[in-house]
Each structure stands twice: as structure tokens, then as C-alpha cells.
């Protein structure tokens, strides 16, 4: 029974910041622009996340740190993705050609600055976010044990980012604004959507949730950020492929990778698994020739926002 | 329109297609300068001026000129393929970022062939071990090229998808196959030394300790000269280009668009995949380990073929001039600062030629308003003449 709560709880761990991604990743898409700079935007914010850890007094401890964190890391996603927004929707910029700039570019800014700040590469800090018990629930058994024993709180934070996101993009104005932006923009700016400015809240609306993304996930499974995400920026971006664009697909297809994840991870502590002795890479490379799979059968009728990666220009026809 | 016709060659200099696309690349190249002097000059104001005099000079002062133009030889060549890789897919429209894996792939194909075949193959090893890896390569680009021409799968996913599956397989086979797999430091077994790739005399000319110019560089300036063939003098290349304008077009025109979305595919690939066997093949102490990063050079190569404009003579000699920054970036440690400013600097330079296109038609009204406004003047006067 412990290795299943030890194993699910892992499961948790790295499907948390992938979910939280591809939901950012949703928002940019379904206004019509590609973003393939999540990984940057992730590294940004878990570089400012964790540089504030670094820095935080001792009087500054526990939860609310954690939360400042999220909060400084979020914003600076945001600022990050706003020259993705200024290129692609104002400028007219090839959108992969930017993304993969801002890709470039964050990691190399994140060693140069930590470098110059705190004389080297890897940013460490004390991780003391950890929740050991919730009052009353965590009697629960077995669900109390998974859910509310040994958490971060950036699980129940994201819980919250799957039902409000959903709701917002499924069901309010804002919403169907959003996806008749993606799918057919002209048509959006004739009965009076201002499409740029959508475009604008979507994108920034993926650098604010990319950032958190960065900053859960380094804090929740590292001691010290060493300037990268591991590609979780990228398995993001396939989450969302995987996962059809919407939020229900997003979670299960988080949660696939997110198990395949851990089982690169930890498959000598099972013993089931350890038996088999199949290369950790092997687990590692599954989610991506899934993707790929899948995309090869289901993309003859694509179901991706229409518009997505073309600039939106008001006088063309 | 009779006063387009007579525009002076001055005029017509200035708003030929070359001029403007140049004119944008330079742009793009002092905005990354300037971008990376203010980060420089916010850090540390007294190191400004060595620091930026290091990445320009490409740190010839320092380590004494034929060391570094060594380095910046070595440095060049897969830039170089990975450049020419992308800016040919380019021209059917498609952006091979997936070169990363197609330059892993080829990478350990030319080790294992290397490495098994020395016997068999002698001193001619090294021409076996390069077209393996340009037939990995090119393997590696076929899956995303087959998927986007008959399954319309984006080949900037699948790109990205065989960047990591290649990545981790490369990573897998390099752990079972016995022959190349050094446990110890989870890397694989020096090449033997004589399949190193010819040095022709260039070590004689450009001195250098490890690796430094070989037969490679020729390789890769000669690839770009038979790309700049292919795509601007036959008709293979001609029916690639109509592609990448337009499709429906190029199918309407009787070219088979999806033969021409998987050829073009496959020999950025081929190219990519050639441009790892060089580097793996220049010397002995080059030994792919197993990693789950992805490489960066796919990337870089982006950066390196909108700077040569898309134009396989012009990739040659971006290729150099993103190898000299590197050289120089490499030497900053002296000043104080990391060598990643210059991964900065291209970033910014790769950031602003996106938006390229804006930057040309900017420009382009410019030029037409400064001159229009000369043509009415002129037409005015001469108004004015006829009256008199």
C-alpha cells in the first residue's frame, strides 16, 4: 500500500507543473499563436522564483515564501512573454522563429545573471514547503494519505487553475472570444472583438502560468535550480497536442506523462518494475513516440486552432 | 507607372530585394551587439570596453591569432551544416527544427561505423562514417517529413518530438551496444585514431592543441556550394522553391508537393546528420555521452541561416561569424563575465530577424516616400519649365 501512495504522490509531483503549463499553453493557442517559448518562459520564472528563495530572510519561511515565490515567478513568465506577444501579434513575427529565440535565450540569461548575482550557476535553497499533514483531512484513509499527507500546496493551487481555466475558456464571453480569435480572427474582428488585444491576454496569460509552472516544478523536486526545466517546457507543449487543445485532455494527458515520468525516475524502487530492468530512457522516450503517434492518426482532421501561428493582419482578406 | 522606369541605378540599389534583406540582417546583428553591450555595461561599466572588444575581435588578441582561428574553424562546421540543413528546408517552407537530433543521430552513426568498420575500411573509414551519418540523418528527417506530406502532421512538433526521441535512443543504444560504450563515464569509447578526418596540412597552417581545422571545414564550404547549386540551378531546386511560395500552386503546376515536402526533408536531414559526424570524427577526445538535453546546435543553426539570409553562400559565412562570436564569447571568463552572453547576443539576433519582415517593409515605404516625394517635385519643375 505505501509504494502505491509513495508512487501516486510522485505521480503528483510531476504532473502538477504539466498540467499548469499546458493550460498556459491552451490560452496562447486558442488565440491563435503558437508558443513553443513555454520551456523559456519556465526558466524565467523558476530563475526569479528561486533567486527570491535564495535571497528570502529566515524570518520569511514556509508557505507564505513558497507563495511569494509562485507570485514572483508568475509575474515574470508574464514580463518574459510579452516580447513573444510584441513579435508575434504586433510585429507580425514568425512566432516558431521567436519562440525559439526566447528559448535560447532564457538559459543563457539565467547562468549569466546567477553568475553575476551569487558568483555561480546552480541557485540553491532551503525547501521547507512541504506540508506534512492537513488538519481533520488527511484522516481520510488512503485519499487522505495521497492527498493531503507529504503535498505541496501547488497541487491544490492548480486544482484551482484546471476548474477556473476551464470554465473561463468553455464557458465565458471572454472564452468564446478567445477561440473565435484562434479560429477564424477576421470574423471575430467583424462583429467587434478587438483581436489584438485577446491575442494579448492569451499570451500573457501563458508566460503567467508557464512561470508558476517553472517555479513548482524545480521547487518541488529539486534543492537548487541549475538553469533548466529539463524540457518540461517542450513535453508541455505536447501535453497540449496530446491532450486536443482542452482542458480535460490536458489533465489526462499531463497525468500519462506524468506517470511515464516517474517511472524513469523511481522504477528500482518497485520492485515489479526493477525486475524487468527496462533502461529509465526507455520511459522517458515513450510519452514523445506516443505524441507522435497519436499526432500521425489524428491529425489527417486537425483539430488545433484554425489560425494558430498565422499573424492576424486587419486588411487582408 | 512611367517613373518607376526611370529610376536612377542609386534608387533601384537600394530597394533591390538583396540590399533590403541584407540591409535587415544587419540590423538584426548590431541590435543583438547593442542589446549585449547595455547587459554588459549594467553589470560591469569598467569591462564594457574589453569585454564587447573580446566577442568582436573573436579573441585572436588574446590567445594568440592561429589558436583561435583554429577553434573558429572547428567551431564553424557544424554551425555551418546545421544552417545549411535549415535554410534549405526552409526554402520548401518548412522549418527543420529537428535538426538537433538529425546532428545527434548522425553524430553516433559516424562513431559506430568508425569504430566497427576501421578494420575492414582502413583509411577510407571516415568517408564510410560521414555518409552513414548523412543516411541517419536522413532517416531521422524522413519520419516528420512522410508524416507532414501524407498524415498533415506539424513538422515543428514532430520536429521537436524526434529531437528528444533521438536523443534518448542515441542515449539507449550508446549503453548496449558493447563496442563504443565506455561505462565509466557513461560515454562512448574514443574513435580510433585513424579514422580521424584528414587534416590536409590545415593543422600545419593553424596550429592548435585538441581539435582544431581539418578536412571538415572544406567539407562543409563545398556542401554549401553544391547547395547554393541545387537550389538556385536545377530543377530539383526550382520545383523545391515553387513549393515553399506556394503549394497548392506548386501543385497545380504539376510538381508533387509532398514528394517535394519529404526530398527536401530528408537532405536538410542528411546535412545535419553530416555536420555531427565532422565534429565527432575530429578528434579522438570527442566523445558523445549519454544525456536527456537535447543539443543546442539545431537551434543555433536557426539563428545561422536567417543571418546568411536563407542563401547556402551566405549560410557559409554566417556560419563563420556565429563561430567567431563563440571563439570570442569563449575568452570573456577573463573579464569577469559568463561566455553565455553570447548565446544572448544570438537570441536577440535570431528575436529580431523574426520580425524581418517588418523591418524590410518599413524600410521599403521609406525609400518609396523619399522618393515619390523627390518625383512630384521633379515633375512639378518640370511643370513649371513647359509653362515658361
Not at chain 2, 574553424?73 to 538529425?102: D, E, R, V
Request: hydrophobic residues 50%; glycine residues 12%.
Amino acid at each position: 500500500m505505501s509504494v502505491i501512495i509513495f508512487f501516486i504522490q510522485q505521480v503528483i509531483l510531476f504532473t502538477v507543473p504539466l498540467i499548469v503549463a499546458g493550460i498556459g499553453g491552451m490560452f496562447c493557442e486558442r488565440s491563435g499563436i503558437i508558443n513553443i517559448s513555454i520551456e523559456g518562459n519556465m526558466i524565467v520564472g523558476a530563475f526569479c522564483g528561486c533567486l527570491f528563495l535564495h535571497f528570502a530572510p529566515e524570518s520569511l519561511h514556509g508557505q507564505f515564501a513558497f507563495f511569494c515565490a509562485m507570485a514572483i515567478a508568475a509575474m515574470a513568465g508574464l514580463v518574459y512573454a510579452s516580447f513573444h506577444a510584441l513579435a508575434s501579434i504586433n510585429l507580425k513575427a514568425n512566432q516558431v522563429i521567436s519562440g525559439i529565440a526566447l528559448n535560447i535565450a532564457a538559459p543563457a540569461l539565467s547562468i549569466f545573471l546567477a553568475r553575476l548575482i551569487i558568483g555561480k550557476q546552480q541557485i540553491g535553497f532551503t525547501n521547507s514547503f512541504r506540508i506534512e499533514a492537513v488538519p481533520i483531512l488527511s484522516k481520510i484513509p488512503f485519499l487522505g494519505d495521497i492527498f493531503f499527507r507529504n503535498v505541496y500546496i501547488s497541487l491544490y493551487i492548480t486544482i484551482g487553475i484546471i476548474i477556473i481555466g476551464g470554465f473561463i475558456v468553455r464557458k465565458t464571453r471572454f472564452g468564446m472570444r478567445l477561440r473565435a480569435c484562434g479560429e477564424y480572427p477576421q470574423a471575430a474582428d467583424t462583429v467587434g472583438i478587438n483581436v489584438y488585444k485577446i491575442r494579448w491576454i492569451g499570451v500573457l496569460t501563458c508566460g503567467f502560468l508557464a512561470g508558476l509552472a517553472g517555479v513548482m516544478l524545480v521547487v518541488s523536486t529539486a534543492t537548487e535550480f541549475n538553469a533548466g526545466v529539463s524540457g518540461y517546457g517542450f513535453l508541455a507543449v505536447s501535453v497540449l497536442i496530446l491532450g486536443q487543445w482542452n482542458t480535460r485532455g490536458i489533465v489526462l494527458a499531463s497525468i500519462f506523462f506524468g506517470v511515464m515520468k516517474t517511472l524513469s525516475a523511481v522504477y528500482s524502487a518497485l520492485p515489479i518494475l526493477d525486475t524487468l530492468s527496462i533502461d529509465a530512457f526507455y520511459y522517458r522516450m515513450l510519452p514523445f513516440v506516443v505524441t507522435l503517434v497519436v499526432l500521425a492518426v489524428s491529425s489527417k482532421h486537425a483539430f488545433g486552432p484554425a489560425a494558430a501561428g498565422e499573424p492576424y493582419d486587419k486588411g487582408r482578406r | 507607372m512611367e517613373g518607376k522606369n526611370n529610376k536612377g541605378h542609386f534608387e533601384k540599389f537600394l530597394i533591390s530585394p538583396i540590399t533590403i534583406s541584407l540591409l535587415a540582417t544587419v540590423i538584426s546583428v548590431l541590435i543583438g551587439l547593442v542589446l549585449g553591450g547595455i547587459i554588459l555595461a549594467v553589470c560591469n561599466m569598467e569591462q564594457l570596453i574589453p569585454g564587447l572588444g573580446t566577442i568582436m575581435t573573436g579573441g585572436i588578441r588574446l590567445t594568440g591569432g592561429v589558436k583561435a582561428m583554429a577553434r573558429f574553424c572547428y567551431y564553424a562546421m557544424p554551425l555551418i551544416m546545421c544552417g545549411l540543413s535549415l535554410g534549405f528546408a526552409f526554402k520548401t517552407g518548412t522549418l527543420n527544427i529537428g535538426a538537433s537530433g538529425q546532428y545527434w543521430v548522425g553524430a553516433f552513426a559516424a562513431i559506430i561505423v568508425a569504430s566497427a568498420g576501421y578494420n575492414t575500411f582502413g583509411s577510407f573509414t571516415w568517408v564510410i562514417a560521414v555518409l552513414a551519418a548523412a543516411v541517419a540523418g536522413a532517416v531521422w528527417a524522413l519520419i516528420p517529413g512522410i508524416l507532414n506530406a501524407y498524415r498533415n502532421v506539424n513538422i515543428i512538433i514532430s520536429g521537436i518530438m524526434m529531437n528528444y526521441i533521438g536523443t534518448y535512443m542515441v542515449s539507449i543504444l550508446i549503453k548496449n551496444v558493447k563496442l563504443v560504450y565506455e561505462a565509466d563515464q557513461s560515454r562512448t569509447l574514443s574513435i580510433p585514431e585513424g579514422t580521424i578526418l584528414p587534416k590536409l596540412g590545415l593543422d600545419k597552417l593553424l596550429p592548435s592543441s585538441g581539435a582544431g581545422a581539418n578536412a571538415g571545414i572544406l567539407i562543409a564550404i563545398a556542401l554549401g556550394c553544391v547547395m547554393y547549386f541545387i537550389v538556385n540551378k536545377t530543377i530539383l531546386g526550382y520545383e523545391l522553391k515553387t513549393c515553399g511560395f506556394n503549394r497548392e500552386a506548386a501543385r497545380y503546376a504539376g510538381i508533387s508537393e509532398k514528394r517535394s515536402v519529404v526530398l527536401s526533408m530528408v537532405i536538410a536531414g542528411a546535412l545535419a546528420g553530416v555536420g555531427g559526424a565532422l565534429v565527432y570524427l575530429s578528434s579522438t577526445g570527442n566523445r558523445l555521452p549519454i544525456t536527456d538535453t537535447v543539443s543546442g546546435i539545431g537551434f543555433t543553426g536557426i539563428a545561422v541561416a536567417l543571418l546568411g539570409m536563407m542563401n547556402p553562400l551566405g549560410i557559409i559565412l554566417a556560419g563563420f561569424f556565429v563561430s567567431y562570436l563563440n571563439v570570442g564569447g569563449a575568452n570573456l571568463q577573463m573579464f569577469g563575465f559568463s561566455s553565455e552572453i553570447v548565446e544572448v547576443i544570438l537570441a536577440v539576433i535570431i528575436f529580431s530577424c523574426a520580425f524581418a519582415p517588418k523591418i524590410k517593409d518599413g524600410y521599403y515605404t521609406m525609400i518609396n516616400k523619399l522618393f515619390q516625394e523627390k518625383e512630384v517635385e521633379h515633375t512639378q519643375e518640370q511643370i513649371k519649365g513647359v509653362k515658361k
